[in-house]
């Protein structure tokens, strides 16, 4: 059931109805209060959603190897510590030029069988349009919630300078329901965004207005996204 202020008659009144139920003039009442947070998340919580952003943003799982690359070395050592913290393991970290001339970061993971013992099993073998929020999270602390966020802008998220002294904050995935289950999250720390389908083939969620970007940084913030 959802709280909906509907027109009864003339008169607004609010009234709960099943999805089903919901008409078009419909307004469904949301909370956008920020969420409350009664002490500290677990620490091994935080560091998974924080794998799980950065996996799902610049890395990958097969079936059989897993991989995450990465520009910002100060990003790329803090995924590397939460990974030997959380998952342990053998795993390889190298570093090579591009044809930019930038130096890439690597962590390449050949046995997944330290990985498939946590969460993060629930990315093997997903392709990249079929990538979601699991449902674990959904149900998580706010503090578990907001480490997975910024990985996942750190990651794959960018911030620009706009003409009139606007802020663009934005994502971008192959995954529409990604994009759906991001602008969702984002709403639950009162985040107000804009999804859009892109001229080529990637799902936006974009934060246009300045106060929500001030927002964003309040309640997520993200530190070395790219410009």
């Known amino acids: 059931p959802l709280l909906c202020l509907v027109d009864l008659g003339g008169v607004p009144t609010l009234l709960w109805k099943l999805i089903e ?32 952003g950065a996996f799902i943003s610049e890395g990958f799982v097969s079936e059989f190897r897993a991989g995450f690359n990465n520009l910002d070395r100060d990003y790329f050592n803090t995924v590397v510590s939460a990974y030997d913290a959380v998952v342990g393991g053998r795993r390889y970290v190298s570093q090579r030029t591009i044809a930019s001339g930038s130096l890439l970061n690597e962590l390449d993971i050949h046995n997944l069988s330290a990985l498939k013992n946590t969460r993060l099993r629930e990315l093997c073998g997903q392709r990249s349009a079929d990538k979601s929020v699991p449902h674990w999270l959904w149900h998580s602390h706010a503090a578990v919630k ?26 971008s995935t192959l995954s529409k329901q990604l994009a759906i289950d991001v602008q969702q999250m984002l709403l639950e720390f009162g985040v ?21 970007a001030e927002n964003f940084a309040g309640q997520i913030g993200f530190g070395g996204a790219k410009q």
């Open 192 to 212: 107000v965004s804009k999804r859009y389908r892109h001229t080529v083939g990637e799902y936006k969620v974009v934060i246009t207005n300045r106060a929500e």
């Open 21 to 52: 139920e919901v008409r078009p003039d419909d307004y469904v009442v949301l909370q956008r209060t920020p969420p409350v947070e009664f002490g500290p998340a677990d620490w091994h919580d935080a560091m998974e959603a924080l794998l799980l």
């Open 146 to 171: 907001r480490a997975f966020l910024q990985a996942l802008f750190e990651g794959d998220g960018s911030c620009s300078a706009l003409p009139r002294n606007t802020i663009q904050i934005s994502y």
